[in-house]
């Protein structure tokens, strides 16, 4: 079933059906709208269930696997605990791709932009709304990551003998890492939502966003020279932007926790002028 809500019902939450571009209100009804088209989606409760249960499945299965008999074993337990985002991300940027291209497959874009004739409201209103439930959803996923990493990387060797305290939020690097993976989420949707709005076609747009995400680190490991090795994990929107969760060994890092989510936010916002002018410029 495809990301959006009945016709009758878009009009309603917008405007009643009628044009209401330019008037004050307009970003409040577009967010109605928009609320009520993902909300009432068949697909987009399971898919949100799908991408924590996939984040919290990878993250403890890895750090079930990776053991630390040694003192100074050289993991870093956060990451470690957080490494099911790596999965997760490609359902949010599905469920990101299929709230615009749904749309567009069915012809109902035609109704949302004759009822609420701004285009930039309404790829406004869609980012903000998809934003929200992403981070909302990331939050979950990364808060139960953390708790099952605490619970199980204790008994694979990261004890405070061997120099690992227990995770928790309250330690600075941990909660850093916490909070920028979820916000690593939320930009992934919108480079997501940007890709549709360009391309219109899900399979496309999946394949784009998805391809940013993974083909990155293939070449990376291709390319021989370090240097140039370096250069690409920098820019590549995955590497750079999971640098956020490195809480050991920053000097080594290619590129800095925070610089690198900066980078990934270059990406989707480049990825949403890209689609707002393309939606401003072609016909619905």
């Not at 917008?14 to 009520?36: S, Y």
């Not at 074993?73 to 790596?86: E, H, K, S, Y």
């Not at 993974?214 to 390319?223: E, G």
Request: hydrophobic share 50%; net charge positive.
């Amino acid at each position: 079933m495809s990301l959006l809500g009945d016709t009758p019902l878009v009009s309603k939450v917008v405007g009643g059906g009628k044009a209401t571009g330019g008037r004050r209100g307009d970003f409040g009804h577009a967010l109605r709208a928009e609320w009520t088209k993902l909300r009432t989606a068949g697909g987009t409760g399971w898919l949100l269930l799908l991408a924590v249960a996939l984040t919290v499945a990878v993250g403890s299965g890895t750090a079930k696997a990776v053991k630390c008999p040694d003192l100074g074993c050289g993991q870093d337990a956060v990451r470690l605990a957080l490494t099911g985002i790596t999965a997760g991300q490609a359902v949010i940027a599905v469920l990101a791709v299929l709230a615009v291209s749904g749309e567009y497959g069915t012809g109902m874009i035609r109704t949302t932009l004759t009822a609420m004739p701004n285009r930039f409201t309404v790829l406004t209103a869609k980012a903000a709304v998809l934003t929200v439930v992403v981070l909302a959803c990331g939050t979950i996923a990364v808060l139960v990551s953390l708790l099952a990493g605490r619970l199980i990387l204790p008994g694979n060797g990261f004890t405070e003998a061997h120099g690992y305290a227990p995770l928790s939020l309250a330690d600075g690097p941990t909660l850093r890492a916490a909070a920028g993976s979820v916000l690593y989420l939320g930009l992934i949707a919108l480079i997501g939502l940007g890709v549709a709005t360009a391309v219109r076609e899900a399979a496309t747009a999946i394949g784009i966003t998805l391809g940013l995400q993974y083909l990155f680190p293939v070449v990376t490991q291709v390319v021989q020279d370090p240097e140039w090795q370096r250069h690409l994990q920098q820019i590549a929107p995955m590497t750079a932007g999971l640098a956020i969760q490195a809480t050991t060994d920053l000097p080594g890092l290619p590129i800095g926790p925070w610089a690198g989510l900066g980078v990934l936010a270059a990406w989707a916002a480049a990825a949403m002028l890209v689609g707002g002018l393309l939606l401003q410029r072609r016909d619905a």
